[in-house]
C-alpha cells in the first residue's frame, strides 16, 4: 500500500525506517561518494518492525515501537545496529502490550494502545518492564492514533473531540 507514516531516525551516519502492511524496516549507511552524492547502504533489514502509525523511539542504542499493520500488532524492541529482537510486547498475556504511539520523556517510554490503554514502561533492552497503566475515561469506539505529548511535566491525550492533562511530574 506504500503508506509510510512513521518518521525516520538518523544516528550516527545511520538512517532507520520503517513501515507496515508487510513492508518492514530496517537501517541503511550513508557514504559520501567522491562525487559529492550520497551512497546508502542497507546495513540490515527486517520484517519484525512493521510500523503502522505509532511511530519509533531510539533509546540508548535501541528501537521501541510498535510491530503491525491492520491486522494489529505489539510493543517490540530492537537492537539499532543489528536488528536483532531483544524482546516483543505479546510475550506475557497479562501485560501484553497492543499496537500502539510511543512518546519518550524523563527516561520513560509513554505508550498509547490503539484502544486507548496508556502504559508507562522502563526502556530496557533486556526484559519488558511497565511500570503503570491505566484506561482512558470517556474513551470513544474509534483507534486511538494520536500520540502522547509530555511537556513541562504534563501528558497529553487527545481522542477525537476531548484532550486530556495529566500531572506526571515527578515529585
Known sequence: MAI???????HDGQV?????????????KLNREANG????????????????????????????????GNEGGYLICLDFNTGEVRWDGREDPDRRAPKGSVALADGRLYYRTERGTLLLIEPNPKEYLE???????????????AHPVIANGK?????????FCYNVKAR
Not at 532507520?16 to 541503511?28: E, H, I
Not at 552524492?37 to 527486517?46: D, H, L, P, R, T
Not at 511500570?131 to 492514533?145: H, I, N, V
Open 155 to 163: 501528558l497529553y491525550i487527545r481522542d477525537q473531540d476531548v484532550l
Open 37 to 68: 552524492g550520497i551512497k546508502a547502504e542497507e546495513v540490515w533489514f527486517s520484517r519484525k518492525m512493521q510500523n503502522h502509525h505509532g511511530s519509533v523511539i531510539l533509546h540508548e542504542g535501541h528501537l521501541y515501537g510498535a510491530n503491525g
Open 131 to 145: 511500570r503503570g497503566r491505566f484506561e482512558q475515561p470517556d474513551r470513544s469506539r474509534l483507534p486511538a492514533w
Open 16 to 28: 532507520f525506517a520503517t513501515s507496515a502492511y508487510g513492508a518492514g524496516g530496517g537501517v541503511v
Open 4 to 10: 509510510n507514516c512513521s518518521t525516520p531516525i538518523y
